[in-house]
């Protein structure tokens, strides 16, 4: 028996010329910054329109009364929560944990599973689970960033003429259809220009925000951690109500870390740390300033800061701005859909991949109609950016504060850090969001029960499908039965199975039972192919797998008789190609035989779901995972095979 790994021919190094001259590292690092901004920092840009508004929104259930302590006070809570979620947890902490480069819950989960020991198995399942409820929380996020963002937008509509109030809702309703609409051309189009735009965003921000601070300069003394602290003390009845509102400043901060791989560690940080940060400072204290002058202006001191012709310009380019914003959490639900499905969260769904150029740009179709009509219900149920906040809250607060206790023990089995540090790390960084996630607990009848119910069913859904998965598997190997001895079957017995000529491609779970397909073929039609070909695609835990670690080849301990197993290795980021690994495989791997994929068969065995009687889950839990298996691809679009030569056959289980 013999195992032989075949890698893809590397491409002939190309030949430099004149004619094409590679770019200088500055320019592809400033081109790195320049995408960045344009994709990952659109939400946590736009929270100016709306987080000091919300704060002090008299209509709020535990109203922040306009002061000088209290704008202080908030303002200086606004600053450093930013700094400590942000800049610390996520930029300085969060970014070094990266899995192969990819960032993300996800990414955490999988260096959980590849990090973890067998003494701490169970801590490790333990998070594990609660990794995958924050990236539930992340769909809730999906669903409400694309509602409050373009609310939030629009509605400086009304400044402009409070006349056009009756049109928010419905021009937020238009513009969130033709956002999703266009979401099956990609991002590629229009990514172009985002960058560019963001960038004219948060210069616009900030030159407002000087503005607004040369009119009452001392609230840059909010810049000392000393008035958030003593707002916190004497008012706390005040201070901790105001957490609620004030972490909206910090939404968008996970996608920092989920789209690392796109961008890098470097340019994101050098994005954030050289314009957003300074940007969004500058406008949270330019409306502070603004506030202290006219207490008046609460209704939307972010719009007012600018000068009244500026004011339908500016309303026009947030508008821009918080597409973007929504643009980027839309894709970010696909990446984490995807890569859920690739784990066995959820099933295999129909993805587009819309870029030849850029990793990662796909469109799902399911989810997109989904968060379509979940964020078009949002806005005509909320009818405003002000009622969102308290929902928007919870599910950033949720999501910060799983990523915060996953990255410290990664850190711990990663890195060995002492234990003191990182309890002395994880006790300062945790008080602070479990604050925050106590502050939003307080709004749970007023919106803040909404992220957690779509968190909840999500979760629900992604754990009763692995679970149901794991039960499908175990009966599937039962029926197929070993592949070895399946194939020594065929080598000893003395009932004739006639070869065919051509080849037959058999998809198959693994290396260990043999396909239904060839067993129904061999068993009942008495017949098989001169080359027999049964692939396994696995989806490993990493994000890519490079080109020499693709393809493995068995010939199952014989030589001679025309079958062998090949393996295909995929990350979770790639796109499983199956023509293409084929092609990649050398005639000396497969008992010398070349392939004829023009003229290759290729078989699938598709498998009915059943409720049983077996106590192998709740009978609810049964119907919902064969509810849910409606919505998997269909297995030879996602792997690319010609429909006019795919073979599918079909068997019953019941679970």
Wanted: with cysteine; net charge positive.
């Amino acid at each position: 028996m013999t195992d032989r790994q075949q890698a893809a021919p590397e491409p002939a190094p190309a030949q430099p010329s004149d004619a094409h001259i590679p770019p200088s590292r500055d320019v592809v690092r400033l081109a790195l910054v320049v995408g960045a901004l344009g994709v990952v920092f659109g939400d946590i840009g736009t929270s100016p329109i709306y987080t000091l508004q919300t704060v002090f929104n008299p209509e709020d259930p535990h109203p922040v009364p306009v002061s000088t302590d209290s704008v202080f006070g908030v303002v200086s809570m606004v600053f450093w929560s930013v700094m400590i979620i942000v800049t610390v947890t996520y930029v300085l902490l969060a970014m070094r944990a990266d899995n192969d480069g990819e960032g993300g819950i996800m990414a955490l989960i999988t260096l959980l599973r590849r990090l973890g020991t067998q003494r701490s198995r169970r801590a490790t399942a333990v998070l594990a689970g609660l990794g995958i409820f924050g990236a539930a929380l992340f769909f809730g996020d999906s669903m409400i960033t694309p509602a409050i963002s373009v609310l939030s937008a629009v509605e400086g509509l009304k400044i402009v003429k409070p006349s056009f109030d009756d049109l928010v809702v419905p021009l937020t309703a238009a513009i969130i259809v033709v956002l999703f609409l266009v979401q099956r051309r990609g991002t590629a189009a229009v990514g172009r220009i985002f960058g560019p735009v963001m960038i004219a965003w948060f210069v616009t921000v900030g030159v407002l925000g000087v503005a607004g601070i040369t009119g009452h300069p001392a609230i840059l003394k909010a810049l000392s951690p000393t008035y958030a602290a003593s707002f916190l003390v004497h008012h706390i009845s005040i201070g901790f109500f105001a957490l609620a509102a004030v972490v909206l400043a910090v939404t968008g901060a996970e996608a920092l870390y989920a789209d690392m791989g796109h961008f890098g560690r470097r340019a994101i940080t050098r994005a954030w740390l050289l314009l957003v940060f300074p940007a969004c400072v500058l406008s949270y204290l330019g409306q502070g300033a603004l506030l202290l002058e006219h207490p008046d202006r609460i209704s939307s001191p972010f719009f007012l800061l600018a000068p009244g012709w500026a004011r339908l310009p500016l309303v026009l380019l947030a508008t821009a701005a918080t597409v973007i914003a929504s643009q980027a959490v839309i894709t970010g639900a696909y990446s984490v859909a995807s890569q859920a499905a690739e784990l066995g969260y959820l099933p295999r769904l129909r993805i587009a991949h819309t870029s030849e150029s850029t990793i990662g740009q796909i469109y799902i179709p399911w989810i997109n109609w989904l968060l379509m009509v979940s964020v078009l219900t949002l806005v005509f149920a909320f009818r405003s950016s002000a009622a969102l906040a308290y929902a928007f809250g919870m599910a950033v607060t949720g999501t910060i504060t799983i990523t915060t206790l996953m990255f410290f023990y990664v850190a711990r089995l990663r890195w060995h850090t002492p234990r003191w540090l990182l309890g002395l790390g994880a006790s300062v960084l945790l008080l602070v969001d479990l604050l925050f996630v106590a502050a939003n607990l307080t709004k749970l009848v007023h919106g803040a029960w909404l992220p957690l119910l779509i968190a909840l069913t999500a979760f629900t859904v992604m754990t009763t499908w692995q679970r149901g998965r794991q039960i499908v598997t175990a009966q599937r190997h039962t029926r197929e039965g070993s592949l070895r001895d399946f194939v020594e079957e065929l080598h000893a017995t003395t009932s004739p199975t006639a070869q065919v000529p051509g080849t037959a491609v058999f998809l198959n779970r693994g290396k260990q039972t043999a396909p239904l397909a060839l067993r129904a073929n061999v068993e009942h039609n008495h017949v098989r192919h001169d080359l027999v070909l049964i692939m396994s695609v696995e989806t490993l835990p990493v994000p890519r797998v490079p080109a020499n670690g693709r393809i493995a080849v068995d010939d199952l301990g014989y030589a001679d008789d025309g079958i062998s197993h090949i393996t295909a290795r995929f990350g979770y980021m790639d796109k499983p190609d199956v023509l293409g690994a084929l092609r990649a495989l050398d005639p000396a791997t497969i008992e010398g035989q070349r392939l004829n994929l023009g003229q290759a068969s290729y078989f699938l065995s598709k498998i009915e779901l059943r409720v049983g009687d077996a106590p192998s889950m709740a009978r609810w839990r049964k119907r919902l995972f064969i509810a849910t298996s409606y919505i998997t691809a269909d297995a030879a679009e996602h792997f690319g095979l010609p429909r006019d030569r795919t073979v599918i056959m079909g068997a019953h289980i019941e679970i």
